[in-house]
Each structure stands twice: as C-alpha cells, then as structure tokens.
C-alpha cells in the first residue's frame, strides 16, 4: 500500500484489466501515466476450459462457477497488493454464449465483489485493434498495405481487411478452435484423420469468404491475433529474434506445429496447460488464409485482450493519445458496406451533409456528444441499403443488413441503436415499451433526437436530385430557419419536410422552417 501511494504521488495510476476467457481467466496489471505511457507489472493466467461446455452444453456448470470465483478472489487479492482501485473485467464468448450467463455474472458479483461485463464479438475485436494501435509505427505502416487482421479466438474467427490505413471490411465466421475440436470430436489431434477432418471443416467457410471478399483486395500481411496466440506465436517464433515470420517461413514449420511432440510442445511453452488442442486448428487456419488471400508474410504483435482494455481506459481518461482514428475507419467501412449494396452514394452523401450540419448547428439544444454524432453519419450512409434485397420495405431491409453486419468499433446496443434509426427515418417511432428490453429510457430519448434531424435531413432531398447542397440554420425565438440556396423548385421537399416537423418540435421545442433563398423566376 505504501508502494501505491507512492506512485499516486508521482502522477501514475494503478490499474487492472481482467478477461474471463474460453479457456484462460487472465489479469494483467498496468502502471499509467501521461508521461511514460502504458507499462505491464505483472501478468497471471489460470487455465479454465469454459468454452468446451458452452460449445457442447449450452451453458456453464456450477463447477465452473465456483472456480472462476475462486480464481476472480486471488485477482481481488494481487489487486489490494497493488492498492488498485481502478480496474475492469470483461468475459467473451464462452459466458455471452451461455445460456445461464445472467446468472453465472450474478454469482460472480455476489461471491467476488468483482462485476464482470460481458463483451460483444465487435467490442472484444476493437480491443484488439486499439492494442495492436499502440504499436503505433509498425501498425500504421503495415496497414497502409493490403493487409488482414486475423483474429483466432476459441469460438469464431475474425478476419477485417485493411488497405491505405483504413478498414474496408469485416467478417466474423464460427471457427474458433475449441468450436472446431468439440464438432470434430474425440479423435487423436495428431492423426492424420483428425488433420483431414479439420481441414474439411474450414475449407469451406474460408473459401467462401475468399470468393465474398477478397476478389478485389490484394493482401500482403497477416497480422495475427487472438485468443492464446501468445502460446501459439512462441512457438511459431522459439529462437528467432523478430515478431515477423514469411509465407515461406511458415511453410517450414507447418508440419512441426501439427506434428509436435508433447514433451517438447511443453517446454516451449510457457503457460496454457491444454495448449495441445489448439495447436492444430490455429495452425491450419493460419495456413489457409496465406493461401487464400496470397499474403507474404505474418506479423505477431503479441497483444492480449487486457492490453485492449487498458489502451480504452487510458484512452478515455485522457491519460494516453489515441494512436488511430478507428472512428474514421467504422465510417470508411460502412462507406465500403453502401458500395457494396449499391446505395444510392449521390443521395446518402446529401443526407449526411444535411444531417451533420443539423446535428453541429443544433448541438446546445440536443445536448449530444461525437459518439451520437458518429450514429447519425453511419445512420445516414446505410440508410437505403435495403433496396438492394427489395424495393419494398426499404427500412425493414436496411435495418436487418446493419444488423447482420459486424460494424468494428461499435457494439451491439449501438449496432441495434443505428439500425433502428435507420428503420424508422421512414416509419412512425413506437413508444418506448417496444424497445424497453433492448435500450433504457436515455437511450430511447438520444434515439429519437437524432431520428427526428435524420427525417429532416432524408425529406430535403425528397426527390433523390440533390436540390439542396448548400444550407444555412438559424435558430430564432422557438423557430429554426433552413435556409436553402438554390434556384431549383423544391416543392416536393417542402412537403416532406413540413411532414416531419411535428415530430421534430415535439423532441427540440422549436418549429422548423424551409426557406429558399433564391428561386428560379
């Protein structure tokens, strides 16, 4: 305690980043502060295979239970030796799979003290990308490269391709390694039958995302993340003094990593106890997505989960700067996302001017932040995407392409908050009981405001023409000019926009008004 004093004293600050994983319950322990950055002090790893009975049973037994708690009480005391105050624990898919996981979280808090948050697939990927982030040169460098980050976890993959330093797209696919070991089943993980049987398993998945995503995408580097990939990239790199290995490399220790003994596989490994069952499933996963996406070489930055989550809090404390714009990127991927539903880019781009330039002008009013900023132009680029299934409907449809689509950065409430803006631009807005088991009320407020600015915007540009490109607001008493300089009839655009005026005075308390500058005699 004198110890952590000491360092408050100093400017540093104390933390802890706990994962309840598939097959490890991990801490590390971090020193932060403005002048010296981010530094590790200690890093502990218990071994609990939670995924195996999730991915067969469904849920989580009470065995399990108590050992996590008992592995969580060790944590809580290494984090009173530290004098931590400042700490958070996520679990990933093993407990957000699990149909018992409200109360497994519920034992967890009683027995511990410690809450435990459940991370969604896209929250638990950021992570990773924020610490990859910290390597800030190399990051960037490789990126502005066609480059897949290739994320193995124990119950999916993801794989999110990079060009130019931004993400054009992102796709999860269930083949995580204990998924595959426990659908495979109970044979030799050193057979030859067992090799085969994976290999089936997920050359489908992989040559199917190859013909989806990679038509047009040439990928020169791998960088490998993941669940254990510490575990798996020692191996990969034992005596080699670079975190780097080429295509060809690889190649050449392929048939040792599937073929490892277990003697030696032990003492090149230095922590996961089971590490044998995912051994042969990483390394043919990485081996076909070099064959599939043609790639030279693969980076191991040997980030964990926790150094994702202490890069976020450090981030949001304002103790660290962010090392890359992910908030450009989730817009430059759901930019990508329009192409590639063949929106209307003309249209969407007039919205979203619209719209932002509504959202800044009346940022006193609406009291909203960048975050809501940030839904509102994703909100306005997908927000005819839908057409490409059906003229019909057209807002059903685009809320379920957001929905089914991993939108890195955001998480699932966010992805459903965007989706529901998108769907009811068009739509009358149900009251809040239809969303009570998905938003709180605050939530359903910061919903309706920004839906009410995305009808005004989508109404200026009734027609699809761009009639409107240059406005200007002035607010006045409890009016709100929109001032349009154009000299094009607009009098299909009056009409929409007066149609949503109501909805609108009722969320801001100020009438909006069309006016058009300049008219065409």
């Known amino acids: 305690m004198v110890y952590a004093k000491w360092r408050a004293s100093m400017g540093y600050n104390v933390f802890s980043a706990i994962e309840v994983g598939s097959s490890e319950l991990s801490m590390k322990i971090y020193e932060i502060s403005k002048e010296k950055g981010i530094k590790e002090l200690e890093y502990i790893r218990k071994t609990v295979e939670l995924g195996a009975e999730t991915y067969v049973n469904n849920k989580i037994s009470h065995d399990k239970i108590k050992t996590i708690c008992k592995i969580l009480i060790e944590f809580k005391r290494k984090m009173k030796e530290y004098g931590i105050h400042s700490y958070k624990a996520f679990a990933t898919s093993a407990i957000r799979e699990a149909t018992n996981s409200i109360t497994v979280l519920d034992r967890i808090k009683v027995t511990t003290g410690i809450d435990v948050k459940i991370l969604s697939n896209s929250e638990k990927r950021f992570l990773y990308y924020k610490a990859i982030a910290m390597h800030d040169k190399e990051f960037n460098d490789i990126i502005d490269e066609g480059t897949a980050i290739v994320d193995v976890g124990a119950g ?162 304002r103790i660290i700067k962010k090392k890359h714009d992910f908030d450009a990127d989730i817009i430059y991927a759901a930019r990508k996302l329009g192409q590639r539903y063949k929106c209307n880019i003309k249209h969407a781009q007039n919205v979203e001017n619209s719209a932002l330039c509504l959202y800044d002008r009346l940022k006193k009013i609406h009291g909203l932040g960048q975050r809501e900023r940030l839904y509102t132009q994703i909100a306005t680029i997908l927000h005819n995407c839908g057409t490409y299934i059906n003229m019909n409907e057209v807002p059903i449809n685009s809320y379920n392409i957001v929905m089914s689509t991993e939108l890195i950065g955001l998480s699932h409430m966010e992805r459903s908050l965007v989706a529901n803006m998108v769907k009811y631009m068009s739509y009358d807005l149900p009251d809040y009981d239809v969303f009570a088991s998905v938003f709180d009320k605050q939530t359903y407020i910061v919903m309706s405001k920004i839906i009410a600015i995305l009808r005004l915007a989508n109404a200026m540009d009734k027609s699809h023409r761009q009639k409107c490109k240059k406005i200007d607001i002035i607010l006045e008493d409890n009016n709100m000019i929109v001032n349009i300089d154009t000299i094009a009839d607009i009098t299909l655009e009056k009409k929409a926009f007066l149609h949503e005026t109501d909805f609108f005075m009722e969320l801001y308390g100020v009438k909006p008004k069309l006016k058009q500058k300049h008219k065409n005699n």
């Open 156 to 317: 999916s993959i993801q794989i999110s391709l990079y060009d130019k330093g931004m993400l054009l797209s992102t796709q999860n696919i269930k083949l995580g390694f204990l998924r595959i070991e426990k659908i495979i089943g109970e044979i030799d993980y050193r057979s030859k039958k067992h090799i085969k049987l994976v290999e089936e398993y997920i050359n489908n998945d992989l040559n199917t995302y190859k013909k989806l995503f990679l038509d047009k995408e040439k990928v020169k580097n791998i960088i490998a993340v993941g669940d254990n990939i510490d575990d798996f990239s020692n191996l990969c790199l034992y005596n080699k003094k670079t975190d780097y290995l080429t295509k060809e490399a690889y190649d050449n220790i392929f048939l040792d990593l599937i073929n490892i003994n277990d003697n030696v596989l032990k003492k090149k490994n230095k922590y996961h106890e089971n590490i044998s069952e995912f051994i042969v499933p990483t390394a043919l996963i990485y081996k076909k997505i070099f064959s599939i996406t043609n790639a030279n070489k693969v980076w191991f930055p040997k980030v964990a989960i926790n150094d994702g989550i202490v890069v976020d809090y450090a981030e949001n404390h």
